[in-house]
């Protein structure tokens, strides 16, 4: 979906050059080769048919194959037909290629509700053509589930989130989190009937705080009243108990919310980061009170760069931007332990880019914040980690510090498409479905189920290891969430293709979705939770 693709990966041509002109990038012998072939066009063939006199059934059948932009891209540049003006309102000069872009995109719920002025807009923010929103869309779709069932692993709760929208949670309750009306505990899967008619795309857990988020762009917060609260601090006495709009965020569309420790930020539908309550020595660009309200927009670089994707670890943030040029990252906040990425253990005030990845020719498609470590998914597959590495959670075979991204080699063969991180635990899952774990043992949050002899804790693993237990499930695992907390015992959930999903690690106060025996507080393996995600 990128402008350009990482080490290992195909080549894929500049999207944001392709709007007026595309065959002027291709080299002259290709451009002789292309208009010597007929089949564009159709010829004397039998069975052949000419593509200009059936531009309706070819844009139904671009848009129906769901195309990623490049593949739009690289028709342009191969066929005058697709990047001539197709004649078909809305615009008449929109070529094929770029009206089947656009007809994706009405297909998100994000962009529906857009006036045809905010599109406009819109398309010039992410460079001026169709296609380039098309992959912003589907960039942010990719690596935060939006619009597709999610499970989160919160901090002693958790939260489950049908395809249709609907939400369930289950687990801790002190502080009304579960969105229920009440401070009980539930050790079953309850769906939150206060929100019938809101369809939910994507949502966030925090140390007694939820957040949800609609699609129509509005946020819900439940659980203790407070933006910017320590686990077990004092601020955010005050606790709701059902899912109360976010008055402050109503006039933004928000699709994305992240919730760390000592803040919470928002992603809007065209790319601007906001948070809430860094605190007042203007951690982030700005100053604010620690129950601070009101939404800052993040200073700095990316008030003019959009972003897809935000994750919030231990008192710092990871934005993944998309531009024209490619995809990148870049942190802001505290830089213990070399979290940030730029080789040193220094603060930042402000969103700075991380330029190793540009070094070690990645394209980041995913980005996770654990606690005191990080992670992010190239394009072709590959996984770098950096941050603190105790208990082995950077998968180097050590438990070293890294204070840039270095690629995970004992994952060299592995072509991965997703990652989840934690408080010191790191989770990968293959193009195949299957799940690679390393870090912290404890709370059995690994899935390996390996007792270290004369305790009850769980050893360390410093590479990555197949979670054989969730293989022998004989399902493609699509998504791991796992409890990013240092105050709380890990829980761990694998979620399905088939929308199936699966519980391990720390359960005592009900957030693996079911009873466990007499005297266990965790879970060594997998087992199935009694809900139907699909």
Same mark, same amino acid.
């Given at each position: ?37 007929? /089949? ?12 200009a ?11 129906s194959c769901?195309l ?10 191969t ?11 809305? %615009? ?21 509700? =857009? ?11 992410c ?7 098309? #992959? ?8 935060? &589930?939006r619009e ?20 369930? +949670? ?22 939150? &009937? ?8 994507q949502?966030?857990?925090g140390?007694?705080?939820? =957040? ?12 203790? %009243? ?6 077990? @601090? ?11 709009l ?24 065209e ?89 070690l020719?990645i394209?980041?498609?995913?980005? @996770? ?5 990080a992670?992010?998914?190239?394009k %072709?597959? &590959?996984?770098c ?29 592995? #072509?991965?498409? /997703?990652?989840?991180?934690?408080d ?10 299957d ?9 059995s ?11 009850? #804790? ?19 695992? @699509? ?13 761990t ?7 199936k ?12 979705? +079911?009873?466990?025996? @007499?005297?266990?507080?965790?879970r060594? +393996? ?5 809900? %139907?995600?699909?």
């Amino acid at each position: 979906m990128d402008a350009t693709t990482s080490s290992g990966a195909s080549s894929s041509l500049p999207l944001h050059l392709i709007i007026d002109d595309a065959l002027a990038l291709v080299s002259p012998l290709q451009q002789s080769f292309q208009r010597s072939q007929r /089949h564009c066009f159709g010829g004397s063939a039998p069975g052949e048919f000419p593509l200009a006199a059936n531009p309706s059934i070819v844009l139904h059948v671009l848009t129906s194959c769901n195309l990623e932009p490049d593949d739009l891209a690289h028709l342009e540049a191969t066929c005058s037909f697709f990047r001539k003006p197709a004649n078909f309102p809305p %615009d008449f000069q929109l070529s094929m290629s770029e009206l089947a872009a656009l007809d994706m995109c009405q297909k998100r719920a994000i962009f529906k509700p =857009m006036t045809q002025q905010e599109r406009e807009m819109f398309k010039q923010c992410c460079g001026g053509s169709w296609k380039l929103v098309l #992959r912003f869309i589907m960039a942010g779709e990719a690596c935060c &589930r939006r619009e597709k069932s999610q499970a989160i692993a919160g901090p002693g709760h958790s939260i489950a989130v049908t395809t249709s929208g609907a939400v369930y +949670t289950f687990g801790s309750n002190s502080s009304g989190q579960l969105g229920h009306g009440s401070l009980e505990e539930e050790w079953r899967p309850r769906i939150i &009937r206060s929100l019938q008619g809101i369809r939910i795309i994507q949502a966030a857990a925090g140390a007694g705080r939820t =957040m949800l988020v609609s699609d129509a762009g509005r946020v819900y917060a439940f659980g203790k %009243d407070s933006f910017g609260e320590v686990e077990y @601090a004092a601020q955010g006495s005050r606790v709701v108990t059902t899912p109360q709009l976010v008055e402050s965020l109503k006039d933004i569309y928000i699709v994305q919310a992240a919730i760390g420790n000592f803040f919470t930020a928002v992603l809007s539908r065209e790319g601007h980061v906001y948070t809430f309550s860094w605190g007042n020595d203007m951690k982030l660009g700005h100053q604010t009170e620690p129950n601070d309200v009101q939404p800052h927009l993040l200073a700095g670089p990316l008030e003019n760069i959009p972003v897809v994707q935000i994750a919030a670890g231990y008192c710092y943030l990871l934005a993944l931007a998309c531009q024209p040029s490619g995809m990148s990252v870049y942190s802001v906040g505290c830089g213990l332990g070399g979290k940030l990425g730029h080789g040193s253990r220094t603060d930042e005030k402000y969103p700075r880019l991380i330029e190793q990845f540009q070094a070690l020719n990645i394209q980041p498609v995913v980005v @996770a914040a654990g606690a005191w470590h990080a992670a992010v998914v190239g394009k %072709d597959g &590959r996984v770098c980690t950096w941050g603190w590495g105790r208990y082995g959670c950077l998968g180097h075979g050590n438990e070293e510090c890294e204070s840039v991204p270095k690629v995970v080699e004992s994952l060299v063969n592995v #072509r991965a498409v /997703h990652v989840a991180t934690g408080d010191y635990t790191t989770f990968v899952v293959s193009d195949k479905g299957d799940v690679y774990s390393f870090g912290c043992g404890e709370s059995s949050s690994l899935g390996h189920n390996t007792i270290t002899e004369g305790n009850n #804790r769980h050893t360390n693993v410093l590479s990555p290891e197949l979670v054989t237990s969730l293989k022998r499930t004989n399902e493609r695992v @699509a998504q791991i969430s796992l409890t990013n907390s240092i105050y709380w015992n890990a829980h761990t959930f694998a979620l399905t293709d088939s929308g199936k999903l699966y519980a391990f690690g720390a359960g005592d106060k009900g957030q693996l979705g +079911t009873e466990l025996v @007499a005297q266990q507080s965790e879970r060594g +393996t997998p087992e199935r939770v009694e809900i %139907d995600l699909s």
